[in-house]
């Protein structure tokens, strides 16, 4: 009887085979939840990863417009002004260059002011032709020459983006506008109270999403600025 019970206690080839199978197909829907779970979560991150740069270059771009401004001092002589608000609609998309009182001062014993020519504008990625960032570029000072010229600093504020759009409020006509310049025949000698920011980026499905800003500018009139001479 024990011998009989014995033989009778394991398990056949069968069982294990089959005990087998169940451990497997009960790890291959765990593993399937777990890589949905993940690809769910990656998706959701790089959702909110273009969501935040789109809202973080817009805020930057906000904050440092409202800082434009005008000299009255500008030689009319000259063609090239050292104080500027240009918006250019060359290449399909938006670029917008102006002189800020919104500098920061980082480095020691170099000609750096207070006051700087920001410009934002599109450019295609290096490394890959088919993506367009949004590049802000920064001068250390104001000069009457063309500021690409200047001497300044440029990195991207947002990659991958398929359109900029600008439009501003001309309190004067009572109307907005798409297009402004304080230089050339068709100059305005004053600055728009409201600039709209709308910034369309590619989501991770490369679909197109939009987002939109405002800036209040509150030095519309030419102020008394003067260089100091150094």
Not at 90 to 107: C, E, T, V
Not at 200 to 226: P, W
Request: with cysteine; proline share 3%.
């Amino acid at each position: 009887m024990s011998k009989r019970a014995s033989a009778e206690s394991g398990f056949t080839l069968l069982e294990v085979l089959l005990a087998f199978a169940i451990l497997a197909f009960i790890t291959s829907i765990l593993w399937g939840t777990f890589s949905q779970t993940n690809t769910i979560k990656q998706r959701t991150e790089a959702v909110q990863d273009r969501a935040h740069a789109a809202r973080v270059a817009l805020m930057r771009m906000s904050r440092e417009i409202e800082m434009a401004f005008l000299s009255d001092s500008e030689n009319p002589a000259l063609a090239e002004k050292r104080t500027m608000f240009v918006l250019d609609q060359a290449r399909g998309m938006d670029s917008l260059q102006f002189s800020s009182m919104g500098k920061q001062r980082l480095r020691a014993d170099v000609k750096e002011a207070d006051t700087s020519v920001v410009s934002y504008y599109a450019q295609s990625d290096p490394e890959d032709p088919s993506v367009v960032n949004l590049i802000r570029r920064e001068t250390r000072r104001l000069q009457p020459v063309d500021p690409r010229t200047l001497k300044g600093e440029a990195y991207i504020l947002c990659p991958g983006i398929s359109r900029l759009d600008f439009s501003f409020y001309d309190f004067k006509a009572n109307d907005w506008r798409d297009d402004w310049t304080t230089n050339g025949a068709d100059a305005r000698l004053y600055l728009p109270t409201h600039v709209r920011i709308s910034l369309t980026i590619f989501d991770e499905r490369g679909i197109e999403q939009t987002y939109t800003s405002s800036a209040r500018i509150v030095m519309t009139e030419r102020v008394a600025y003067r260089p100091v001479r150094s």
